[in-house]
C-alpha cells in the first residue's frame, strides 16, 4: 500500500507542478511509460493489428495521423506543452538522435528495457569518464506512467478472447496486476541512477 500511497503522491505533484510551470522548460527530457492512450508511433513499425497511423486517427492532429490512438493530442502531448516542450515527446522507435534525447526524452508504451538503451547511451554522451553528469542530468527529468487501463478493456472485459474474466474474480485480478505493476516500477526504479553528490 506505501508504494500506491507514494505514486499517486508523484501524479499529483507532477501534475501540479506542471500546471505551476506552463511557459518555460522545466525539465529536460520527459519518459513516458503506458498503454497505446500514452503512445504516439512505437507501434508504426511493428507486424500488429495494433496500430493508428491510419485515418480517421490524427484526423484533428496538426500532423495527421502519426501512431496516436486518438483523434488528437494526447496526456503526454499535452503535459510536454505544459512542460514548456516545443513539440511532442517522439516515440523510441523514432528517436534517432542522442541530442533528442538530452533534451526530449522518449515514449515506451511499457518497455523497460528499451529505456535502460537510453540510460546508457546518455551516460556515453554525458560522462566522458565522469558518471556523475550523467547521473545528475537524469535524476532532473520527469517519468510519467499509465497502465491498466488495457489491462481491463482490452482482456478483462473481453471473455471471449481471453480467459482471465475466468480465473480471477475482479479483486484477485486487480491483486494480480497489482503485483505486476510493481515488478515493471521496480524494474524501471531499478534504472535510474543515483545521483552522486
Not at 486517427?57 to 501512431?67: E, H, M, N, R, S
Not at 514548456?84 to 515506451?108: C, E, H, Q, T, W
Not at 473481453?158 to 505493476?181: D, G, H, M, N
Request: net charge positive; hydrophobic share 35%; charged share 20%.
Amino acid at each position: 500500500m506505501a508504494l500506491q500511497t507514494r505514486l499517486f503522491y508523484v501524479l499529483v505533484l507532477s501534475l501540479s507542478f506542471c500546471v505551476a510551470s506552463y511557459g518555460k522548460p522545466q525539465v529536460p527530457c520527459y519518459f513516458i511509460f503506458g498503454a497505446s492512450y500514452y503512445d504516439n508511433g512505437n507501434n508504426n513499425g511493428l507486424v500488429t493489428t495494433a496500430r493508428s497511423n491510419f485515418l480517421p486517427y490524427g484526423i484533428d492532429f496538426p500532423k495527421g495521423a502519426t501512431g496516436r490512438f486518438s483523434n488528437g493530442r494526447n496526456t503526454p502531448d499535452f503535459l510536454a506543452k505544459l512542460l514548456g516542450f516545443n513539440s511532442s515527446i517522439p516515440p523510441f522507435a523514432a528517436v534517432k538522435d542522442d541530442k533528442d534525447m538530452l533534451i526530449g526524452g522518449a515514449r515506451y508504451a511499457m518497455e523497460a528495457q528499451h529505456h535502460q538503451r537510453t540510460v546508457s547511451r546518455i551516460g556515453e554522451v554525458l560522462a566522458s569518464g565522469n558518471s556523475s553528469a550523467a547521473k545528475d542530468h537524469l535524476s532532473k527529468c520527469l517519468y510519467s506512467v499509465a497502465m491498466g487501463d488495457n489491462d481491463y478493456m482490452n482482456n478483462y472485459f473481453k471473455p471471449k478472447f481471453y480467459s482471465t474474466s475466468k480465473k480471477y474474480t475482479p479483486e484477485q485480478y486487480a491483486s494480480v496486476l497489482i503485483q505486476e505493476y510493481e515488478l515493471q516500477l521496480r524494474d524501471l526504479r531499478s534504472q535510474m541512477p543515483r545521483v552522486v553528490k
